[in-house]
């Protein structure tokens, strides 16, 4: 069996495969082998083309408003009209400035939404047998349309088992020793203040390793049960968007969490040290045909709302272990979470994405973004996993294989790339911390600069496209201590620019002089 198709044992990355759920999709563009929703398109309208009086999704679900079925009163109208009979249109992103003002989040888009796109994304809803694909095709030749593309879905893979049973003590705290927990932490404990966005299947709030860390979050999942084939059932909460971003099946960003910020009790402490957690549950629970275990799974429009909203709450980090397979995209659809990559960035988040879980050299989405901090994974002896994702693009590797870590009701043992990513968004977590401490700003490129540099090297030989080395969270605030002391290393007094006719201190007389 190939590494693409196996499944780490307590959830796995969540990394779209082309047969993940072995769907016919007549809707689909061709060449597209990427798993889309059948009644539902993603278009971007050109700088200055978006109406002002379309909607925002979350009014609408709220009835403040009813969907758009008029866009442009042109050729987008009636284009999508006669291919699909039909459409409702919203924007699929508040505006950050009127986040909280019910029926009014389209209004208030500043500079930074704009550009962005962010601004500018409608999602159109149209009839279950619309050639989704045909339709974006068609779209995208409108001058006002800047792109156009199928609602991809993005899963959890599955048939992927790790190596049976767990680690000991030794081997536990081997892979925390690994990346200089203990000394990192010691050095730098974290800040409440600093929030990790963690966009994944949502949280168990209960877990006595994580009560404190987590915030308020939101469930931006939405899907019909029309929305996957027949034989995979959608499990709890997946209809409604909400403030509970609870996860009764999954278990997945559950994983992701106790890395970051477990209490400690009964695993080693989460190296995110006092950094909090806004968990943003992104990805619904399904059962899949023949599978005992449930998967994520979330559409783009879903993920990238999560994003969006983590980013106005707040997060200075975001954790992002999913992706979509370039390869299974058709060549014309653009590649997901750009917008809202760009749209982070330009906010001042750091972002890292788990690599993928192929053991191929691979470009998956948003981790083969460059302002993105692609992470892939070694064994508990510093050895390259053979399931890690490779590529020009990685820009280093963290412990990603039988991980304990939390789960919703107890404790597991994770593995893939997806375990491995939040070793470094906590590192990042701690960086900002400590650049708060002394004053100084930290940003995405600074922060991937220095954990790059400071990797340690790889206990065996690098084939390729596996990034710098090991992550030494420790080295890399050690590194950030020395950025800084060269930037504040200012002159000393007699040497700085003084007002015209001033003398020096050391000519100045006391107020005894005579």
Not at 141 to 149: C, D, L, N, Y
Not at 246 to 273: Q, S, T
Not at 407 to 421: D, E
Request: glycine share 12%; charged share 20%.
């Amino acid at each position: 069996m190939r590494a693409a198709d196996r499944h780490p044992e307590g959830g796995g990355d969540v990394m779209m495969t082309s047969n993940a759920l072995s769907l016919t999709e007549p809707w689909s563009a061709e060449g597209d082998r990427q798993y889309s929703l059948p009644d539902t398109l993603l278009v971007k309208l050109s700088l200055g083309e978006a109406p002002r009086d379309i909607p925002v999704l979350r009014d609408v679900t709220r009835r403040a408003h009813a969907a758009a079925t008029s866009i442009d009163g042109g050729p987008i109208d009636r284009i999508t009209s006669e291919i699909a009979g039909g459409f409702r249109a919203v924007r699929l992103h508040a505006a950050a400035g009127n986040a909280n003002e019910t029926g009014k989040r389209h209004h208030g888009f500043d500079a930074i939404e704009e550009v962005t796109g962010v601004a500018r994304t409608l999602a159109l809803r149209v009839p279950n047998g619309t050639p989704i694909g045909a339709l974006c095709e068609i779209l995208r030749q409108i001058p006002t349309v800047e792109t156009a593309s199928p609602n991809y879905l993005t899963t959890t893979p599955f048939d992927i088992q790790a190596p049976a049973g767990g680690f000991g003590d030794d081997e536990v705290h081997r892979l925390h020793a690994m990346v200089n927990a203990s000394q990192a932490l010691a050095h730098e404990p974290g800040d409440e203040g600093v929030r990790v966005g963690l966009i994944d299947s949502g949280i168990a709030s209960g877990h006595a390793e994580l009560a404190h860390a987590f915030q308020a979050g939101y469930d931006t999942v939405r899907l019909d049960d029309g929305a996957v084939a027949a034989g995979v059932t959608l499990l709890g909460d997946h209809r409604h968007n909400d403030s509970n971003p609870a996860d009764d099946h999954v278990g997945h960003g559950m994983g992701c969490a106790g890395i970051i910020a477990a209490r400690g009790l009964n695993i080693p402490r989460g190296l995110g040290g006092a950094s909090r957690i806004l968990p943003m549950r992104a990805l619904a629970a399904a059962q899949l045909p023949g599978k005992g275990k449930a998967v994520g799974i979330g559409a783009l429009s879903d993920l990238d709302m999560a994003m969006k909203l983590a980013v106005d709450l707040g997060a200075k980090v975001i954790n992002m272990s999913f992706g979509t397979d370039d390869a299974a995209l058709s060549p014309n659809s653009p590649k997901p979470h750009q917008d809202i990559v760009d749209y982070a960035i330009a906010r001042g988040c750091i972002l890292i994405a788990a690599s993928g879980n192929n053991g191929q050299e691979t470009r998956y989405w948003p981790a083969a973004y460059p302002d993105v901090i692609a992470v892939g994974s070694v064994e508990s002896d510093g050895a390259i996993s053979g399931f890690s994702t490779r590529g020009g693009h990685v820009a280093l590797c963290a412990p990603g294989s039988r991980v304990l870590t939390t789960s919703i009701s107890g404790y597991q043992h994770a593995t893939g790339t997806s375990f491995a990513a939040p070793f470094v968004s906590a590192t990042a977590a701690l960086l900002v911390a400590r650049a708060h401490r002394r004053a100084f700003p930290v940003n995405a490129a600074l922060a991937k600069r220095l954990m790059i540099a400071s990797a340690r090297p790889f206990a065996r030989e690098n084939p390729g496209g596996c990034g710098s080395g090991v992550l030494d969270a420790h080295a890399a605030l050690l590194a950030l201590d020395r950025e800084i002391d060269s930037v504040l290393d200012e002159k000393p007094e007699d040497d700085a620019p003084r007002a015209a006719g001033e003398q020096p201190a050391s000519n100045r007389g006391g107020a005894d002089d005579g």
